[in-house]
């Protein structure tokens, strides 16, 4: 599978977007990029996933490069309550692992 | 809709004591589960995956076991707790193999 690289730790101005990019230079045609947030002292949270083309959701929009070696999540308006670890993730079409790595910190900040 | 539950949420236990951490699942019918150990500061760790009752796959060898007695039960045990398996233990579940997997709360262990 894959590995993911991203930036350990980032801040955010409450009310301004968040990009949180994540390198995947070695991902596969056939592996999707997955997002998890993970709040202190909770099970990571779903956000969004996607193959090849954008995706947009309630919570955040993915955008993934033409090559597919890298993508960002946004979160459109940052929050207070935004505030987690963030983990991008690749896994390959119909497999059950996933393989986290250790994630961006975002704060956001009032 | 689904919901996952873990229990305890928190639980300290003595080393060489035993454990028993249990995981269930509403609202679905035969999930695909999962049990992750989180080290302080660290990714999760996939340790144990089951695609139906008694169907059991280890991916990591360690002092842990997993048992899956009925459809939307997961539990992990182990018969003499190591320091070394202090965590964050969560449990996850999905529709299929392929498909996005669901967190529950987690379970913090303090082996002392």
């Known amino acids: 599978d894959a590995k993911t690289t991203q930036p350990p730790s980032m801040d955010c101005a409450e009310g301004r977007a968040a990009n949180l990019p994540c390198n995947h230079s070695t991902?596969?045609?056939?592996?999707?990029?997955?997002?998890?947030?993970?709040?202190?002292?909770q099970g990571p949270q779903y956000i969004?996933?996607?193959?090849?083309?954008?995706?947009?959701?309630?919570?955040?929009?993915?955008?993934?490069?033409?090559?597919?070696?890298?993508?960002?999540?946004?979160?459109?308006?940052?929050?207070?309550?935004?505030?987690?670890?963030?983990y991008c993730i690749v896994r390959v079409s119909g497999t059950y692992k996933y393989i986290f790595g250790t994630g961006t910190r975002l704060k956001v900040l009032a | 809709?689904?919901?996952?539950?873990?229990?305890?949420?928190?639980?300290?236990?003595?080393?060489?004591?035993?454990?028993?951490?249990?995981?269930?699942?509403?609202?679905t019918s035969n999930p695909n589960l999962y049990w992750?150990?989180?080290?302080?500061?660290?990714?999760?760790?996939?340790?144990?995956?089951?695609?139906?009752?008694?169907?059991?796959?280890?991916?990591?060898?360690?002092?842990?076991?997993?048992?899956?007695?009925?459809?939307?039960?997961?539990?992990?045990?182990?018969?003499?707790?190591?320091?070394s398996d202090s965590g964050f233990y969560l449990c996850a579940w999905s529709v299929n193999r392929g498909e996005t997997q669901y967190f529950g709360p987690g379970t913090r262990l303090l082996v002392l």
């Open chain 1, 27 to 41: 991902i596969s045609g056939n592996e999707y990029v997955y997002w998890y947030r993970q709040i202190h002292s």
């Open chain 1, 48 to 86: 969004i996933h996607g193959l090849k083309n954008n995706e947009t959701n309630e919570m955040a929009s993915l955008i993934i490069t033409e090559d597919r070696k890298s993508s960002t999540l946004i979160l459109p308006h940052a929050t207070l309550r935004d505030t987690a670890v963030y």
């Open chain 2, 1 to 27: 809709s689904q919901t996952i539950h873990q229990w305890p949420a928190t639980l300290v236990q003595p080393v060489g004591s035993p454990l028993s951490l249990e995981c269930t699942v509403e609202g």
């Open chain 2, 36 to 83: 992750y150990r989180q080290a302080a500061g660290r990714g999760l760790q996939l340790l144990f995956y089951s695609v139906g009752i008694g169907q059991i796959s280890s991916e990591v060898p360690q002092n842990l076991s997993a048992s899956r007695p009925q459809d939307r039960q997961f539990i992990l045990s182990s018969k003499k707790l190591l320091l």
